[in-house]
């Protein structure tokens, strides 16, 4: 899964929304509705609406705004007015609603939308029902600038390089490209998704391991054949985070991750999108190179001062299939051959997004003299069921069968052939703090539940065996699975003994243990 943890530089701008109003029709109108036409008496404030019920059949409809207006007119007890004094909503968010006392109350699952409305008049506030908002429709933000139109010479820009192209790593470089002051590299130890994919294909029908081409290492990072839900703990409609899906989206996401409350890319079109996004970054000048291996710091003489990076080179599988002005332009890169030394590349800076698996890069800071500190962790096994169990657990027998994913084999399997649609494939989430080991309570949840998805390798060396879950976009598996995990703290009995014998790299030696 793709964990959005990079927060860029925005310029902010105040979008501004006017709601203009008919003249007056007739002498007729109600008192409430000749009040709403006096532009002097009120002024439009924008509000934001939350816990708008839509219907399964509404929403398979369409003209979502028009029903959530009904909705803010009704609340509102404008009934008579046709709705005079709102205006057309923007929709900021969507999810489905399938908790069993929504069930019970409703009749069925429903679609619950968050929308901001203007509306003339009083509106009684409640905080999480109806709330004033200053300004920003849709909490949208503005795009990330363009400052490269600005001219500097190439001596003069500092030289930073950008250390793996998981999500982190790319947007880090997206944005240090479109800079006039900057000469920015990005190193990726594994390959582009083109030659990347066959190297999985090699892994899953042939059980050939590349240890730095796999389900871990390259293009995009672990999220790429890993289902690409987007999940975020820094606020959905923050401007980072809106700004990261806007990207996306001009990248070729689907517009809908901007609203949906559970955005998901999936896996075969995260493969069009980084595709997209590396062009993006060597148009602005960047550089993208493959197969490139940091294994070293490069420090001044007083061990204060980054100066470059030591980096061993690979085979990269882009050389291959890439006209030559495509791929980077020094020697030193466009080789496409494994070097037996390692080469140094200046720099004023580094960016480390190396990722989870890359446990080599901890032990090559450490002897670099680099300050790294433990963090928590969590450890677990990946569980596998019938999509149809889930369909039914989630919203009960006869609201299963309204899940039609459009494959028929898979529609066949879930019961749900020849049904009406309208309902996603299900999903669920589980979790405690109270799941006690006998020594002490620890929490443990589901993690990375993949709907209609399937388990996947990912290990990155040939000793160990680590599974994944993902899931294609349209999700028409005939399984689900998610991770079943719990938490382990770097102060934990259970690390003692790695502690004891490995200090910081405890938790790692865990792992690989």
């Known amino acids: 899964m793709m964990l959005l943890r990079f927060h860029t530089l925005l310029l902010s701008s105040v979008i501004c929304s006017a709601f203009v109003l008919p003249p007056p029709s007739s002498s007729t109108l109600s008192p409430i509705v000749s009040l709403l036409h006096r532009p002097s008496a009120l002024h439009s404030t924008l509000y934001r609406f939350y816990d708008i019920s839509v219907s399964v059949d509404e929403m398979m409809e369409g003209n979502l705004e028009d029903k959530v207006k009904e909705q803010v007119v009704r609340g509102l007890g404008r ?27 409703k009749g069925g ?55 793996g192209s998981g999500p982190a790593g790319l947007f880090a470089a997206l944005y240090l490209s479109k800079m006039p002051n900057v000469q920015m590299t990005l190193l990726e130890r594994g390959q582009p998704v083109e030659s990347r994919g ?24 672990a999220g790429t054949w ?12 923050s401007e980072g985070v809106r700004n990261v899906l806007e990207r996306l989206v001009e990248y070729g996401a689907e517009p809908s991750i901007l609203k949906y409350g559970a955005p998901h890319l999936g896996t075969d079109n995260l493969v069009r999108i980084l595709r997209r996004m590396r062009e993006d970054i060597r148009s602005n000048g960047g550089e993208v ?11 001044s003489a007083c061990g204060s001062r980054l100066e470059g990076v030591s980096v061993s080179m690979g085979y990269n599988g882009e050389l291959k299939t890439r006209a030559g002005n495509s791929v980077p332009e020094r020697p030193i890169f466009t080789s496409g051959r494994s070097t037996s030394t390692p080469i140094t590349l200046p720099c004023d800076a580094a960016i480390l997004a190396t990722g989870h698996s890359a ?37 009960g027998e006869d609201w299963a069968g309204r899940v039609v994913t459009g494959k028929r084999k898979t529609d066949e399997a879930n019961g749900s052939e020849g049904g009406k649609g309208g309902v996603p494939v299900a999903s669920y989430r589980l979790a405690t703090d109270a799941a006690s080991d006998g020594v002490r309570d620890r929490g443990c949840y589901s993690f990375c539940m ?48 790695w502690v004891e014998e490995h200090g910081v790299l405890a938790g790692v030696k865990f792992q690989e243990d």
């Not at 066959?198 to 990072?221: V, Y």
């Open 450 to 497: 993949c709907p209609g998805g399937q388990i996947v390798p990912a290990s990155t060396t040939s000793s160990t065996v680590v599974v994944n879950g993902m899931s294609f976009s349209k999700r028409d598996s005939k399984f689900a699975n998610s991770a079943v995990v719990v938490n382990i703290e770097p102060d934990d009995d259970v690390l003692k003994e």
């Open 226 to 237: 890993s289902d690409g839900k987007l999940t975020t703990r820094i606020g959905r409609n």
């Open 109 to 163: 699952p429903c679609w619950t939308v968050v929308a901001d409305v203007e509306v003339e008049g009083k509106v009684k506030e409640r905080r999480g029902v109806v709330e004033r908002r200053s300004g920003k429709v849709g909490g949208k933000d503005a795009k990330i600038g363009s400052p490269t139109s600005l001219k500097v010479p190439l001596e003069r820009r500092k030289k930073v390089v950008v250390i």
């Open 289 to 299: 190179v493959f197969g490139a291996k940091v294994v070293g710091l490069i420090k």
């Open 359 to 395: 446990r080599d890069v901890y032990s090559m800071l450490i002897e670099s003299n680099v300050t790294v500190a433990p963090k928590g962790f969590a450890v677990g096994f990946r569980v596998e069921h019938p999509q149809r169990l889930v369909n039914r657990w989630q919203y």
């Open 79 to 105: 009934k008579n007015c046709d709705g005079v004094g709102v205006s057309t909503p923007e929709v900021v968010r969507y999810s489905f609603d399938s908790r069993k006392r929504t069930i019970r109350k």
């Open 198 to 221: 066959r190297d999985i294909g090699a892994l899953q029908h042939r059980a050939k391991m590349n240890t730095e081409s796999n389900f871990a290492f390259g293009e995009g990072g």
